[in-house]
């Protein structure tokens, strides 16, 4: 075994009594012609974390979120999921590996109701190509569609066409379609821009609500939202991780405070 | 708050705005103004409305309901080209200036208006050329093959070229070096001392406070602080709670 | 060796010089029709499939007053001016109550608007062509053909007015508005750009631009209802292989064809020869989409 491999093996292998990161990356780097959008960022995120990722303009957070979603492809370095490297593959096979996003411009099918909208991005799990079975058959589907409308507090707005819903039941809805591809690990972008006050309120709920089983990341602006969610937060600048901790440790962080603030 | 002007009589004044993009409610009844020659600054962080404040200032983006004032009068609704005309300058975020003109094509742009003779062009261009040297040097070289900071100041010469009465500056000093960063500060000072009123729009705390004679802060779509700039420190409260982490 | 000499033997060097004069001539004609269209595109997002029916009716208004007064170049002045006017007639009329929605409406808008031209000629003129008498008729010698000094002229005409209109473009008060207003349509409002009569005046432009097209081709072809179909199938063609928006890029995209047009109609019919700018389209569609003669990006 060559050292490179043995020391591989040692880095995988988890530490006693520490169980292993859902998600990690290793160095992961994106350049844009001379300018390194993300430099060298490791990163981990354990099982039923909720990590919320902040930093000031063009610190590289979207850039990092569409790395992990298949969107981006990282110019070096990797990125490992349940210990599977999945740099590099496309959208639809990280999805299919159980990371799901929501989008910071709401995503949805405007033309389809509520229900419906879900309902097929729960298909996408089961179900293979059958172009003959009317979509009234999938009982099971239509089941587990009505199941995550609920946990979005959507379930009374079913039958309704996407378009009509508010700006803050869509971006609920955006949410809601994440969910029902039944991921391991949720990426937010920015789920609640663009709302009001009470409109926030009800989607801190609801990502308390399904956090359970379920591992979080979440980019944000709003700081209320950021220390009421988040076990941990990564703080991104310039394409480095600046710092990381918990709230608390956080908003004492004097380093962080001079990047946000700019003195 | 001592001796400010009263809505009805500033330069600029926004009451009660509400602006959507598409369904998203960005702007839930954004009320401040500023008086002419006054530099006022508004803080707050991504995605509060700051830009869609100048936007809808601008007429770049129509308010669904409220009102914005030019020196008394309602231009709630006009297009932009007439309100440039009107007297209001504008620097957009990404300085947006147009990367297949020359740098001298891009001034020709807010120079060639009615009623500006040829001599008052030259002052025009002199005085400019006199705040950003390094505009001259490179006048007939494309927008597009400036360096960052370089674009920044054309932006702004650019909009000094409409002679306004007030210049709407959306984070100048976003990704641009320390040093750049205390030249647009000094920008902004010459620019007061000619009378033109500024809103400047900015998360740099420190540039902003010892710039402005008045600062909002804004939250959420909402101004939530307001006060005079002598009296709040970089490390008050409500710098903290609305800027700060 | 004795192949290779023989090879360059049987080429028809005569016809090809005389193919190439020919392909400048239709050229020239072609990037006057072309730059309008594309200048049209670049600006406002307007796909005019009416711009023909304007070289069309450019070039009835030119058989009308030449008829009138017997002067070819006022006709040819008339002609450039009505069409224009009414080309920024039908933009504030039509195109500008449908800025900013999708653009299907305003193809739709400008599919519609040729179709009125189209039977608006054939109620008017007939269906019987005219023909626009050729301002001199002189001729010289080119190798063994007599060639007309007019097809010369035409060619040159329509290089001064392309060139004018480039520097109008690039030193004009309005000029500078109009290369503004294409490159960020938003930052030229806040300007003080007056947007909506940049528009207008760049389809009027346009329009007159390709009406004198039409005045200047008369003579060549016969002027009818449907002579605008042939050309704008054209244009379109020459627009995509030079860059949608991009003056240059088109100017020299017409030639291109032309002359391969003309150089292919050595061995085939012209009927056949329009073949080639088909596949120059498909090739640029498929190896090199925003256009042929477009700078790379940096």
Redesign the interface.
Known sequence: MTADASIELRRLAPSPGVPAPLLRTELLTVRFGGLAALDGINFEVGRDEIRAV?G???AGKSTFFNCLTGVLRPSSGRILFRGEDITGLSPDRISRKGIARSYQI?NILPNATALENVRIAAQSRRHGWSMLTHHGAYGDIIVKAEAVLESVGLCRKAGELAANL??GE?RNLEIGIALATEPELLCLD?PT?????VE?HGTIELVRRIAKNLTILIVE???QV?MELANRIT?LHYGEVLAEGTPEE??R?PR??EV???? | MSASPALAEALVSVDNIHTYYGKSHILHGVTLHVGAGEVVGLLGRNGVGKSTTLKTIMGLARPSHGEVLFAGRSITGEPAHKLARLGIGYVPEDRRIFRFLTVMENLRTGLDRHGVTTARKQELLDKVFTYFPVLAERRHQPGGTLSGGEQQMLAIARAMMLEPRIILLDEPTEGLMPRMVSQIGHIIGALHRDGVAILLVEQNVPLTLEASQRIYIMEKGLVRHHCAASDIKVNDAAIHQYLGV | MAAALEILGAIPYDQILIQTVNGIVTGMILALVASGLTLIFGIMDVVNFAHGELFMLGAYIGVVVLSATGSFWLALLVATLLVALLGAALQIVTLRPLLGRDPLTTILATFGISLVLQNYALWQFGPVARKIQEPFTGRFQLLYLEYPWYRLVIAALSAIIIGAFWLFLKYGTWGVWIRATTQDRVMAQAMGIPVPWVHTAVFAIGAGMAAASGVLFGPLVGVNHAMGLDWVLKAFIVVVVGGMGNLGGSIAAAIFISLLEAYASIWVSPAQAVIVSFVVLILTLLIRPTGLFVPTPK
């Open positions: 902040i000031p303009n063009g709401t508010s700006h869509q920015e821009a663009g709302m009001s006050a926030t602006h709003d700081m950021v703080v956080i908003q962080n962080v405070l946000y603030l700019k003195t």
